[in-house]
């Protein structure tokens, strides 16, 4: 059974810090990996998406990478911002579209 | 393109009640829906799969009769929590899976339901 582990759980930074958050799945027979963004009470923003055969995405300030064989990908936020407070979560799609979520990694970024 | 609306978007309910969460695909037919819960500072997790004109998949877990899902179109699917309790306050989030026309590699999630059970 895949599992999905974020690590840290929690983490807070000054304004302006580059940051990285991790994933790590256990089952690298993945179909893609995405990233979402989640706001207190609030659904899920979808912030990029990697394909199996892909290394990496990028969009904005945000790079992910994805090493299949090791089972990790990463999420890059650089020159990090207030507004990026929030929780962060990776999710790894199996080939029928079924997904997996890790805990998350709460971000504050501080003014 | 690709919006999936949930309603209502916060019920509250006396505990034994049932509740209604609908789940429909605006612009797009889904084949596949899911149904997610998420307790407070914790992760999704995945609840049930629904395939339109078939009985919906339970994860190990959950509890088919409390949890009734019904997928009668491509475009909405509808969970009902029966005889509600406390402890079944949470966050609910649906998510379609692409049907023609949008990628069928990804899920397009909902707003959420915030359920909580007096």
């Known amino acids: 059974k895949q599992e999905v582990t974020q690590i840290p759980a929690a983490l807070s930074v000054p304004e302006g810090e580059n940051l990285v958050l991790n994933c790590s799945f256990t089952?690298?027979?993945?179909?893609?990996l995405q990233w979402f963004r989640q706001d207190p009470g609030k659904g899920l923003t979808s912030l990029l998406l990697?394909?199996?055969?892909?290394r990496e995405q990028t969009s904005g300030r945000l790079n992910a990478s994805l090493d299949k064989s090791s089972g990790r990908s990463t999420l890059y936020i650089a020159a990090s911002q207030p507004g990026d407070s929030a929780t962060y979560l990776c999710?790894?799609?199996?080939?029928?579209?079924?997904?997996?979520f890790g805990g998350g990694t709460r971000l504050m970024v501080k003014p | 393109g690709a919006v999936v609306s949930q309603h209502p978007s916060r019920v509250i309910c006396k505990s034994g009640t049932s509740v209604k969460i609908e789940c429909r695909s605006l612009d797009f037919q889904a084949t596949t829906m899911f149904w997610y819960r998420q307790f407070p500072k914790q992760s999704l997790m995945l609840m049930a799969t629904s395939n339109e004109g078939s009985k919906a998949t339970y994860e190990q877990g959950v509890e088919k009769d409390k949890f009734l899902i019904n997928h009668a179109s491509l475009t909405l699917s509808t969970l009902t929590v029966t005889s509600a309790h406390p402890e079944d306050s949470s966050f609910y989030i649906c998510?379609?899976?692409?049907?023609?026309?949008?990628?069928?590699?990804?899920?397009?999630f909902g707003p959420g339901t915030r359920l909580t059970v007096l």
């Open positions: 089952d690298s027979a993945i179909y893609n």
């Open positions: 999710a790894v799609r199996d080939a029928g579209n079924m997904l997996t």
């Open positions: 998510s379609a899976g692409g049907g023609q026309g949008y990628s069928t590699d990804t899920q397009y």
């Open positions: 990697i394909q199996s055969s892909q």
